[in-house]
């Protein structure tokens, strides 16, 4: 497959504050979206530094000798794990890496994905995200009182119409622009 047919792949944003339920809805949709027909891959964002390695294991041992890859197969499924110290990976950096799907669902990367889904639970005490972020188009949650009106509104319940939105607005990234 092309570098550019990997960037056409339909994504979907899913963002919302920290505690607000989006793992849960990930987890509720992926079942569904799967009934109607679809692939579905996922792209979760964290600014927390992770390592999924464990020290001692012979995985995390080539990664501190200085490999910049390292690749982890077993029967049922492989990880590889990438070091880039430079700067972090771009939305389209991981894109070029996943195998084409119906649609990546992408948690996080709110400035990339131009349709963008808010999980809102005003019990946060938090400010909602479409105050400020513009690619936010719908918001799924269990009060709208403070929403607009020009984004749709789904209860953080409806999984099926939230699905539904899903598959009818996900969309490739914007074309980058050549440099």
């Not at 690619?135 to 009182?145: E, K, L, N, R, V």
């Given at each position: 497959?092309?570098?550019?047919?990997l960037?056409?792949?339909?994504?979907?944003?899913?963002?919302?504050?920290?505690?607000?339920?989006?793992?849960?809805?990930?987890?509720?949709?992926?079942?569904v979206?799967?009934?109607?027909?679809?692939?579905?891959?996922?792209?979760?964002?964290?600014?927390?530094?992770?390592?999924?390695d464990k020290?001692?294991?012979?995985?995390?041992i080539?990664?501190?000798?200085?490999a910049?890859?390292?690749?982890?197969?077993?029967?049922?499924r492989w990880?590889?794990?990438?070091?880039?110290?430079?700067?972090?990976?771009?939305?389209?950096?991981?894109?070029?890496?996943?195998?084409?799907?119906?649609?990546?669902?992408?948690?996080?990367?709110?400035?990339?994905?131009?349709?963008t889904?808010?999980?809102?639970r005003?019990?946060?005490?938090?400010?909602?995200?479409?105050?400020?972020?513009?690619?936010?188009?719908?918001?799924?949650?269990?009060?709208?009182?403070?929403?607009?009106?020009?984004?749709?509104?789904?209860?953080?319940d409806?999984?099926?119409?939230?699905?539904?939105?899903?598959?009818?607005?996900?969309?490739?990234?914007?074309?980058?622009?050549?440099?």
């Amino acid at each position: 497959m092309l570098i550019q047919e990997l960037l056409q792949q339909p994504v979907f944003g899913l963002v919302g504050r920290s505690g607000s339920g989006k793992t849960h809805l990930v987890a509720r949709l992926l079942p569904v979206l799967k009934d109607m027909g679809l692939s579905v891959s996922t792209i979760k964002h964290t600014h927390h530094h992770i390592d999924i390695d464990k020290p001692g294991k012979d995985s995390f041992i080539h990664r501190q000798a200085g490999a910049q890859e390292v690749m982890l197969a077993t029967p049922d499924r492989w990880v590889l794990q990438h070091s880039q110290v430079i700067s972090p990976p771009t939305l389209p950096d991981l894109l070029l890496r996943m195998a084409p799907a119906d649609v990546i669902l992408v948690e996080g990367f709110h400035a990339s994905v131009p349709t963008t889904l808010e999980v809102y639970r005003p019990e946060v005490g938090k400010d909602p995200l479409f105050l400020t972020q513009k690619t936010i188009t719908a918001i799924a949650s269990p009060d709208f009182s403070s929403a607009p009106p020009t984004l749709k509104h789904f209860d953080l319940d409806d999984t099926r119409a939230i699905a539904e939105y899903i598959r009818s607005s996900a969309s490739p990234l914007p074309a980058l622009k050549a440099e």
